[in-house]
DNA sequence: ACAACAAGATTTGTATACAATCATCATTCG
DNA sequence: CGAATGATGATTGTATACAAATCTTGTTGT
């Protein structure tokens, strides 16, 4: 079939602008170049992006679905704003999702090695897990901790994609890019919010054992969630993302 | 200024094509119309409602982040269905989910008593609320039950919207489609989930009591967690929503 | 008969043009 | 002098046209 080079590699070469751009703008928001209220215009981040404005728009009602921005009819699109206090019940609503996915990872685990051999998907995310472990390992030896915020989220989304459960990723994709945005409201919070648990919880769901992969990940969120509230206690109500 | 009549009544008239055809569908997806796996054109769609393919695109867009249809890049778009083991899990995150609303919700309220008046923002929410108990009891008691999943969700999100965080009304509304989605399956299961219940939980909020709030709401989504798989779980791992 | 291959058709992705609506500001009337 | 009002500009919503890519189908060679 002589299929198109760019066939399993769809982050090189040119990945569709329209995903590009709103890829682009998500991570100017989260990193402050877009402030919260600031408004964008279509036409602006047409120009600026050098496309037309049918993939802006189309980014931006993509954006606004995932909360970054919110947009009114005929009247244009803001930067949302998260509220300080919304911060930990999204911790807390998250600690109980991941620890739902995790169970979900270890009995589907637990399944296809009962069933002989697990097929390539599988397999395929397990050797991803496993270069991101590395990757994060390496990073916290030679002291590269900025890198460790997208190694983090990039796990806890290949641990939701072992469960093979389309809705409960869509889920935590939303609510980890929310609390990525808060965390990165202060730059010298990224620090390494205790990556070798992140080995535990890979042994539980490769031994197949579904209690302790949702007690561990359970723990492993709630830790990061004190490591939050505990940097930003003390700074009152003030808005991190805004 | 002599304002178009379709002021305050965004649902009536013409509620934009986009959001309208948007609603559409995915009431056909819900109700078994488009069934998984069948593919949706926009050409198609476009031609059915009489509209240009923009709208169309941009609604199929949503419908694929609320996870509705599955599209791939110049390949179209075809139904999505649940696997009907990941019903278990959605309930499971939604009683974490809910609990931490109710909570909110019920947190709030105290503020705002406490504070004097409460906006009318968060009256207009608590009036639209005792609306809803009141058209649910009336559904009750004339046996027209076909009428309380609707108002069930719209309960629900209500409340969510009462404790004003964006973000976890979101995610409800994602998992509760999902979920309408999985009971839509089943023509005959549309009972009354125990409306009553509604009202200990306003209560609750009400008083400003979230401890209480949380732990009626998680009891109710449980309740009606267990009503689902006992229905179903006879029939084994059969796709209920495919 | 079956597989590899290539051309046509179908469908999505993008660009441009136009219509509908809202925000702003000058104007005028009380 | 203030507030309602009407015109103007800016921005989004929609429609149409074209380009790019994929899927299907017919063909051909073995």
Known sequence: MERSPAQHLPDKTEPAPKQ????????????????????VTEAALASKYGISRVPVREALRALEMEGFVESKPYAGSTVAAIPFDEAEDLFAVREALEAVIARRA?????AQFAAGRPDDGW????KEIAQILHDGD???????????????????????ELGSSTSLTAL??????????????????RGKHSWSE???IM????AGNADDA?????AHVNESRVGYVSRFRSEDSDSPAG
Chains 1, 2 share one sequence.
Do not use: C
Request: hydrophobic share 50%; glycine share 4%; proline share 2%.
């Open 106 to 110: 270890a009995r589907r685990a637990a």
């Open 123 to 126: 397999w395929g995310i397990r």
């Open 20 to 39: 590009r751009i709103q890829d682009e703008i998500r991570r100017d928001i989260i990193f402050g170049v877009l402030p919260s209220g600031s408004r």
């Open 214 to 218: 949702g007690t561990l990940m359970a």
């Open 172 to 189: 935590l994709r939303q609510i980890a890019r929310k609390i990525e945005w808060l965390y990165a409201a202060d730059v010298k919070s």
């Open 203 to 206: 042994a539980a769901i490769d």
């Open 138 to 160: 390496e990073a916290v030896a030679a002291d590269l901790q900025e890198r460790l915020p997208e190694l983090n989220i990039r796990f806890h989304l290949a641990i939701a």
């Open 198 to 200: 992140h080995w535990a």
